[in-house]
């Protein structure tokens, strides 16, 4: 079943993706060639001024498709940001574009030409022709899923983020991966996977490289390790694609129950403070202001309620009012604090003033005046 679902997700992105994708050919001065490459917008892109994240997708010509699309259904749910995607298509090209030297394992000849086309030529062109953020990422599969790897090594490395799908590692490149990682200054996400129908070697490498990385201590790089049952080297990309944007993303996406059960519930602070700090992480990673989502308003106020620290409902609902000034979510959770905490007529005036302002996430204004109208009966008021 989670095959065909799989397939279905695929399919249908892929029809989607059919109508909104530009391919162009790219005069590249560093390959001394013109170069296909595919563009899919975010569907939002011409509604608004919105900026997006870039994914650079290598091996476009079979691995865009399946990025393109993943990222399209991930971003309806907003479990990921809206992203720009960019294919680079290297039919017949792919061994010449990643050649390195078997001497030192570093970019020569066409190799060398490539990656300055993808960093001096193609980053900035799309930074320049389109509405962009900081925040980059590269994926790659076999030999490009060792290409990327080359960004890391510049002073400040081109991608934030690196999706090694199977990767055929140059002779040199885990020392040079295990050398350069300790000293990243900034955040940077590593997404590998194999699986245990992979090439011998290749797997055998791959988990060598997790291992390796695994001993790293750094903070700056978050990593991500997949070792999965059942596809081969080529279907590798379709089962992996979704959970590397998923660990990539995960701050991003609502607060779910899990985060909710393990995390939420569990913390000795203000439950509020680590709603600001998650939003105010979105931004400073991927350089995204979110607006806070009404769930998760909803979660922090359950989590409050749960737990019985009623204090934090003050916050909340200041909060809540700077989010969402013209409805009543903000009067809401301030009448449950000066309610909880024995306010009652504070309480009773806030939700009555709350009526003139919409509805929101399932908080009516019958709701309100029924809160009122209980406090009245109750006090005497």
Known sequence: MKRILYLLVIFFSAQFIA???TYKNFNSEKLGEAREIKIQLPRSYDSGDKSYPIIVVLDGDYMFEIVAGNVEYAAYWEDIPEAIVVGINQF????????YSEQNSLPVENGEAFFDFIGQELIPYIEKTYRTEKFKVAVGHGITANFINYYLFKEIPLFNAYISLSPELAPDMQTFLTERLPNISTKTFYY??????????????TEALNTAIKGIENKNVLSTFDNFDGPTHYSLPAHAIPKALESIFFVFKPISMEEYKETILKLETSP?????????????????????????FRAIAAAIKKSKKFEYFEPLGKLARKQYPNTLLGNYYLGRFYEETGNTKKAMKTY???YILEEIGGITKDHVLELSDQIKADFGY
């Open 19 to 21: 109508a909104q994708v």
């Open 92 to 99: 017949d090209k792919r061994e010449s574009d990643t050649m």
């Open 192 to 205: 590998l996977a194999t699986s245990n129908n992979d090439i011998k070697g290749v797997k055998t490498k």
């Open 272 to 296: 509020v403070d680590y709603l600001t700090e998650k939003y105010e992480t979105i931004q400073d990673l991927f350089g995204i202001k979110k607006p806070i989502l009404v769930n998760d």
């Open 352 to 354: 009555q003033s709350a």
